[in-house]
């Protein structure tokens, strides 16, 4: 399935086959490499249904494309709203640290977001919002689903408080691209709590069509007018970059072989498309929009990343302060606060197969007294036997094949950070040009070296049980 993917988004118009309706259901429980356990056998691990057909998306053995975090699941749809009718998805929010419905145009780009927190339940209180409880009953809602381009640009980022006073949006335009006015829709959901995986306890929001006649169809009366099975119809570069493009990019006149991996290595924001091939070229335009230039990126996140070499050295040290975030994988009752909703760091092929290796997120990642951590990433080869949370450094694996095309020494690395406070200036959100990454982060500026596994195992003791 995920060769077939690969390699349709590698034509110019690009048709990509999902599983079938009825596959088999999910019912493995947990979060990060827990779900990556006991895959079914024939099928890829559910559940959708005829609207949600695509996903979930995340780390093996779901459907690894587009970068996903090893500890989030991701829907897809694409569909056609019939002319003058209106359609609204209902649900129950799930019991997660985030989840999110966001719009895309054909490049894969984001057109909008509607967080959490943007969602006003039908009765109750939103269990996104911080304060509020996060036990018992679950609330619904329901949003409407627009076939328009938005008339403002709502913020991203961060936790938007101007627009959380003006009270809930729980409307997402989605306009319709090419001949057939496709739309398409992701719903994500962040780290569930344990045993709730992959939906968070919840089922997966319905869609309510009402025709501009006024008949209301759901179910699969819906999905049929809405087209839900249509072919996607996307960029060629938008889940990935050809290999044909990759091989150049990889390949710049007079640069090293490790190209562009350097030491001590260099973090680049994430602006546009044309800034993220300029990891290898050089070109990065400093004016571009914020957070566009991923493949599928989430418009509440923002991200840095760095390409890695291991002829550099086996095992590459990352150290920085970490962001304080909400308590949620294990069920706390009430949605805490932090300077952060969420963060993690993955471990990345390259550019072409855009698959995720593993991730670690905030909550199961050591800190020392000081509130800094240490991830190491290497081969399972190469890693120290310290690597290991009780010795108070955490370890991200690299492929065996690396990039997963042509360099198997080549990983990228990424950071994500989700949702930052107001009052944290050192998110990635806060920072303006590629020229303040270190100087807006400070001490959560990723600092990092390569070393060789007994250096790691010298450097950093295990402390005595």
Known sequence: MLKRIVTAIACAATTMIAAPDGAIAQT???TKSRTQRGAATGAIPGPRDCFWRRGPFSADPYINIAYPDANVFYWGSVFTMPEGARLRLEGRYPTSRYMSFASYDAA???VESLPDFLIAPEAGANPFVEGS??????????????????????AIGSRQAAEMAAGAANVLHAPGYGARGQQSVLYRIYLPDDGTAPAGGAPLPRPVLELAS??????????????TRQPVALAADAASIPPARYRELITQPDRPDTWPAQTPAQWYIQLDRESLLGIYTGEINEDARRSEGGFYPNPDNFYIRTIVNRKHGPVFLVRA????????????PVMGGGQLRYWSICSNQGFVNTRVNDCLFDEEIPVDPQGFFTVAVSRAEDRPRNARPECGVSWLPMAADGDGMFDEDATVVQIRHML?????????????????????????????QYLQTNQVEAFF???AR
């Open 321 to 332: 302060k970490a962001p304080s975030t909400p308590q949620t994988v294990g069920g706390d």
């Open 133 to 154: 409880g996060r036990a018992g009953r679950a609330q619904s809602y329901a949003i409407e689903v627009r076939d328009a381009p938005p008339e403002t640009v709502r």
């Open 108 to 110: 894969g780009r984001p």
């Open 420 to 448: 930052g406070a107001e009052d944290f200036a050192n998110s990635i959100e806060r920072v303006e040009r590629q020229d303040a990454l270190a100087e807006t982060l400070g001490p959560y500026m990723p600092r990092t």
């Open 461 to 463: 003791p295990c402390p």
């Open 28 to 30: 493995e429980t947990g």
């Open 214 to 227: 006024g008949e209301t169809l759901k179910g699969q009366e819906a999905c049929a007018a809405l087209r």
